[in-house]
């Protein structure tokens, strides 16, 4: 299972629309459909890298 996939998985199972989830999140809804079918997979990906290579930790603010 893809990450996209994952993420709409759990939209889905939260009875989230992807409208709801992108305003949550502060992005468009079609840019979360985008990465739900992994369009923006390099874009994920990249962000993962930078967070997991420590360079933005979970606390740091912006």
């Known amino acids: 299972m893809t990450i996209g996939e994952k993420?709409?998985?759990s939209r889905k199972e939260k009875g989230k629309t992807l409208q709801e989830v992108a305003d949550a999140v502060g992005i468009g809804k079609s840019?979360?459909?985008l990465i739900e079918n992994d369009g923006l997979k390099g874009m994920v990906l990249l962000l993962?890298?930078?967070h997991f290579g420590g360079l933005?930790?979970?606390s740091v603010k912006h």
Do not use: D, M, R
């Open 7 to 9: 993420i709409e998985a």
């Open 31 to 33: 840019t979360l459909s």
């Open 48 to 50: 993962q890298s930078i």
């Open 56 to 58: 933005f930790p979970p």
